[in-house]
């Protein structure tokens, strides 16, 4: 109404007035009926007006400031705002925006990362590469100093300055892809004068936005400004997608087509699955990411206690199905790591039919725990050398695997927290692994002939002396605490007199200085025994001759001691042997 009266004060003629009620009318119903009041739509509702005469009375309207022609639509609207011409304010400041800054593309583009969706169906690991754009004189620092902040790599996108050639422009690409430490792929816009011509509308917009100080009162004029800002915006981010899709990739020096915007994704699935070539396929949406959410933690936290305290049970003693019931089911049961067959339970390591791909970890993690012989070795060491290529595995996973690898080599390695022995996983390991994995080290003792021929020895000894069977005595701890249990089960005087000889006080006194059960068997009783024979290559035999014979006179030195009394006494007071009143 207010356009219609502002147009009959200008003295409009009737076709003005039905021209302007046409391009009304059809403006109003925009949004549902599709139409836009262009040129050719108004020409169709009012065909008895020429097109010359219709370009007149549009630009009597539009001096009126009761229409407007909307570049972005290609279409007239109602102008119900004050007298601001957007398209003259934008030609003003084409002059003073100044260069393109293709760093803002990404963020004009509002580019989404790329995810390896093939990787992530065959793995179960959600990897995922961002996307930026960088001019080339930019490329080389950018390729130099990139690290990974929660994706595993990046695509970029160059866009060469205009003026550019191409044959420069892509030697510099193919050098710069080079120097990639991380899994990056360059790739070389095709499509950048397009680019910079959006780029630099969108800013000459921003610059109107922010120095014309008349939007302020006009909410009509801000609309269309915020109107013209979307319309660009989606231009600007259809157009980089496009140049993503048809850019000439290099990856390493290799040269990629890809087709179309999927190709991105087949790419991304062909690097995730180059670096991490031998990551495990564990299908767990909780765990199997880089940062598990507190109900996920909670979960990983029950299951690694049932997996400590119940290892030998069904299920692990898991009934139904709560979330811990659901990891166990997808990391452990399916794993083949956790196994029941009839009434007998316990954890494995992964065997020929592996469909989680856990072999090649457990074989890397078998490798590298060997320098635990030498000197401790964290789980933080052990996370670290999960994470890297090639396995990558995800945060969340790791707990879990660390205790299902330890319970199926129980045999093989000794366990610490905070530098002291853990003779059984516990719920306080979980707790301290869990807060803080640091907190737990290993150490290997691997046993050679000598230490082999040596424990066997002890065994038979210990199961002579307390009745113990070769299963209760299996396991490296066990031995070594039945062995210091011998000799700290006699009574004080044997534990404490001097009347013994020199072999079997320097092997009671190894025994009684043990604190932990691997140094013992492995270190400090073997160096004892190689002290009293006097030579460290001699044969094995001498120090089990040296240490059957020290035990048995340990073992003995309390009832020899009583019968040597029993026998003074009978002598001195004249009583025969085997009279037991005076």
């Known amino acids: ?88 304010a934008l030609e003003g400041a084409t002059g003073k925006v100044g260069e393109v800054d293709v760093g803002r593309l990404k963020q004009l583009a509002n580019l989404r990362p790329i995810v390896a969706k093939r990787h992530y169906h065959q793995t179960g690991a959600l990897r995922w590469f961002d996307l930026d754009v960088v001019a080339l004189a930019d490329l080389p620092h950018r390729v130099a100093k990139f690290v990974p902040n929660g994706s595993m790599g990046q695509f970029l996108l160059v866009v060469p300055p205009p003026g550019e050639q191409d044959r420069a422009a892509r030697t510099r690409v193919e050098a710069a892809a080079d120097l990639a430490t991380e899994p990056l792929a360059v790739g070389l816009c095709l499509r950048g004068r397009r680019l910079h011509e959006l780029a630099h509308e969108a800013m000459t917009l921003e610059y109107v936005r922010t120095h014309r100080p008349e939007l302020g009162g006009d909410a009509v004029a801000r609309r269309e400004v915020e109107a013209r800002a979307a319309q660009i915006a989606n231009e600007l981010e259809s157009e980089v997608r496009r140049a993503f899709a048809a850019a000439e990739w290099v990856i390493g020096g290799e040269r990629k087509e890809l087709d179309g915007l999927a190709g991105l994704s087949r790419l991304a699935s062909d690097l995730a699955d180059r670096t991490y070539s ?145 003779v059984a996983l516990n719920d306080v390991t979980i707790d301290r692994l869990t807060s803080d994995p640091s907190a737990l ?70 025994i009684r200085a043990a604190t932990d059960p691997h140094t013992l068997l492995h270190e400090s009783l073997p160096s004892t025994l190689d002290e009293l024979v006097g030579n460290a290559h001699a044969p094995v035999g001498s120090s089990v001759h040296i240490l059957t014979t020290a035990l048995r006179e340990i073992s003995s030195a309390y009832q020899r001691t009583l019968n040597a009394i029993d026998q003074t006494l009978r002598r001195e007071l004249d009583v025969p042997a085997g009279e037991t009143s005076l």
Not at 7 to 18: G, I, N, P, V
Not at 301 to 307: D, E, F, G, H, N
């Open 1 to 88: 109404v207010d356009a219609v009266e502002r147009a009959e004060q200008r003295d409009a003629s009737a076709r003005h007035l039905t021209l302007l009620k046409t391009i009304a009318l059809v403006d109003l119903f925009r949004e549902r009926s599709g139409l836009l009041a262009s040129d050719d739509v108004l020409q169709s509702v009012i065909p008895d007006i020429s097109h010359k005469q219709m370009k007149e009375w549009l630009t009597q309207l539009r001096s009126w400031s009761v229409v407007t022609y909307r570049e972005h639509l290609g279409a007239h609207t109602i102008y119900a705002g004050r007298d601001f011409d957007l398209q003259a």
């Open 278 to 422: 031998e990551a495990p396929c564990l299908f767990n949406e909780l765990l199997n990411r880089t940062a598990p959410g507190s109900n996920a933690i909670a979960a990983q936290k029950a299951l690694l206690k049932a997996m400590v305290s119940k290892p030998n049970v069904s299920r692990l003693g898991i009934d139904g199905f709560p979330a811990e019931g659901g990891l166990y089911e997808s990391l452990l049961a399916r794993t083949g790591l956790h196994k029941s067959s009839g009434d007998s339970s316990g954890f494995h390591k992964p065997g020929r039919n592996d469909p989680a791909r856990l072999s090649p970890i457990w074989k890397a993690t078998d490798e590298f725990l060997k320098g635990a012989a030498k000197a401790p070795i964290s789980a933080v060491d052990l996370y670290a050398m999960w994470k890297a290529k090639p396995f990558g595995l995800r945060e969340g996973l790791r707990p879990v695997l660390l205790i299902a690898y330890l319970l199926s080599r129980a045999d093989r390695y000794t366990v610490y927290l905070n530098d002291q022995l853990e």
């Open 441 to 510: 080290t290993l150490r290997v003792f691997d046993a050679g002939d000598r230490a082999r021929q040596l424990f066997d020895a002890i065994r038979s000894i210990v199961s002579e002396t307390t009745g113990a069977t070769a299963a209760e005595l299996k396991d490296s701890v066990s031995l070594a605490k039945a062995i210091v249990g011998l000799v700290k089960s006699q009574p004080n005087f044997a534990q404490r007199t001097q009347r013994l000889s020199a072999e079997a006080l320097a092997v009671r006194s190894a």
